[in-house]
């Protein structure tokens, strides 16, 4: 089955989204902006529809995939503007930025004649395909997950500051504001990372769920991102074998994989804690 | 000999928008205090923490650390937050929470220094808790966590060390061994205590200052006045001192038998 090129661009798109989603996930959930990300993430689906459409007019030729990451860019960046985190309330702003993102993706597909151009099925695009990855989205997701782990190596140290004690960060004399534009932008590389892999809708899934898993192991940053790195990989692995097995969409496969084993980890983890608090009750 | 200048407030009004929470502050805090603020909640004690931190501009008036503006001056403090502002869950050992105060005498690095270590060694044996240096910060009790991020603002050797509502977390019995360290910890930095607990502060600080939207110093030692507490908290107060069995207040002798402490 490996011989096969779509079968290897398939796990290789599942190890890079799966590092990538490890690194900047663990940040996504310890600092607590799950649903940032999500709205980076749906409004995407805008850039992707955005980029068909200037397809099919035939403006400018542009990747799906590149007019996701504008998409992403432009939301991240309005996500963290110093005024808008102060004056406005967090989740009316993503809210907003969500389903403008998602109306304008469904208008621009809409206004696309599917007879002229080849245009991606819109629910493999919200729910992810990755048997139709091409080998130039590998390469994009290849260039944007060294520039994430660049970054994250050179920022570690601030960014564990910032998203640990974001006073103290400003006391100590980070530009906090910029650092956290910073972090959003790293969330947007990353959703273009994961988009192709489990589709816009299920980013959150992929950024998440990981890092959950690895967080209930692990008190450490490092290890967390370490480990999230290693059950993202694992888990998408398995999600994209059951997936060509059993003919499953694979984006599903992947995200109802990651699920179970979060329960199964929550479960392990309250038992065993049962069984040493039980053993330390009685010595 | 006249003490050195380690805080100075003058004419001070700040807040939010339109509102204005504190009013004409003005006041010196001497290189050496063990200063303590006192006031109700709401009274404006964190918006004079941030002014003090350079996080809130004020209105009016200024305030210079060791004669600079709190931006640079803010080098010189370190800062214990209230517990309460802070993520229980979030995966840090006690060692990196110290080490983080580091940062802002080092600046901008990608990594830590052999000397930023060492720093977070000593300061950890100075709190009594380097043998707790790999627990994670959920693992502690109160008065430990407390000491963990004493220490964290202690690593950048800082002049002044600001403590806020720190004895929230801290059973009554442990409350004493934390202003132990800290009395001890003040024969080397000048401490400023921010608190609504007016009773154990007396027992510790060299002077008080209660702030409600005006702030009144009393600058003679250890004295608290019926009418300056009065005056804060717009009501009858008793001045009753925690200590053993208990410390009444230097003031006032006539009311040392009364526990109230009517804030209301």
């Known amino acids: 089955m490996f011989q096969y090129p779509f079968v290897q661009r398939m796990f290789l798109a599942g190890l890079l989204a799966s590092i990538a989603c490890g690194i900047i996930g663990t940040y996504v959930v310890v600092k607590r902006v799950v649903f940032v990300s999500g709205g980076i993430a749906h409004s995407t689906f805008g850039g992707i529809g955005f980029a068909y459409y200037l397809q099919y007019m035939g403006f400018i030729i542009i990747e799906p995939l590149f007019g996701a990451l ?162 993202g990989c694992i888990v998408t692995f398995y999600g994209s074998l059951m997936s060509l097995n059993f003919d499953l969409p694979p984006g599903s496969t992947i995200v109802l994989s990651l699920g179970v084993v979060f329960l199964l980890a929550l479960i392990g983890k309250f038992l065993v804690q049962q069984v040493f608090s039980k053993t330390s009750s009685i010595t | 000999m006249k003490k050195k200048v380690a805080i100075e407030l003058k004419n001070i009004s700040a807040g939010y928008g339109n509102e204005i929470v504190i009013e004409n502050i003005n006041c010196n805090i001497y290189n050496g205090d063990f200063f303590g603020i006192i006031g109700p909640n709401g009274g404006g004690k964190s918006t004079l923490l941030k002014i003090i931190l350079g996080l809130l501009n004020p209105f009016k008036g200024y305030i210079r650390i060791y004669g600079k503006p709190p931006k640079i001056g803010r080098k010189n403090i370190g800062y214990v937050p209230q517990y309460s502002e802070y993520d229980k869950h979030y995966p840090i050992s006690v060692w990196d929470v ?45 008065g430990q966590r407390q000491r963990v991020f004493i220490a964290r603002a202690l690593v950048s050797n800082p002049k002044i060390l600001l403590l806020d509502e720190p004895t929230a977390s801290i059973d009554k019995d442990l409350q004493i061994n934390f202003y132990n360290l800290l009395k001890d910890l003040n024969k080397s930095v000048t401490i400023i205590l921010v608190t609504h607990d007016i009773g154990v502060i007396s027992s510790y600080v060299n002077r008080v200052a209660c702030l409600n939207r005006f702030m009144f110093t009393h600058d003679d030692e250890k004295m608290i006045s019926r009418e300056m507490l009065e005056k804060t908290y717009s009501c009858p107060v008793d001045l009753i001192a925690h200590g053993v069995p208990h410390r009444v207040l230097d003031e006032h002798k006539k009311n040392k038998n009364k526990k109230k402490k009517g804030v209301k």
């Open chain 1, 70 to 231: 504008i998409f992403a860019l432009i939301v991240a960046v309005i996500m963290g503007l110093p005024f808008i985190r102060t004056r406005m309330r967090e989740d009316s702003t993503i809210g907003i930025l969500w389903v403008v993102g998602m109306a304008l993706g469904v208008l621009f597909l809409n206004q696309v004649d599917r007879s002229k151009i080849l245009v991606q099925d819109p629910v493999s695009i919200l729910f992810g395909n990755v048997l139709l990855i091409k080998m130039q989205d590998i390469y994009l997701m290849f260039g944007l997950l060294i520039l994430i782990i660049f970054v994250t190596i050179f920022l570690y140290k601030d960014f564990h500051i910032l998203t640990f004690d974001e006073e103290f960060a400003r006391i100590s004399g980070i530009k906090v504001d910029i650092l956290y534009l910073i972090l959003m932008i790293l969330i947007a590389l990353t959703t273009v990372v994961l988009i192709k892999v489990v589709g816009v809708v299920l980013v959150i899934a992929m950024l998440t769920i990981p890092a959950a898993i690895s967080n209930l192991f692990t008190h450490n940053l490092k290890n967390m991102m370490f480990f999230a790195i290693i059950i």
């Open chain 2, 98 to 142: 110290v080490l983080m105060g580091r940062r802002s005498i080092r600046g901008f690095h990608p990594l830590y220094s052999s000397d930023d270590k060492k720093a977070t060694v000593e300061t950890l044996k100075k709190v009594s808790m380097l043998k707790y240096k790999k627990r994670h910060i959920s693992e502690l009790s109160g």
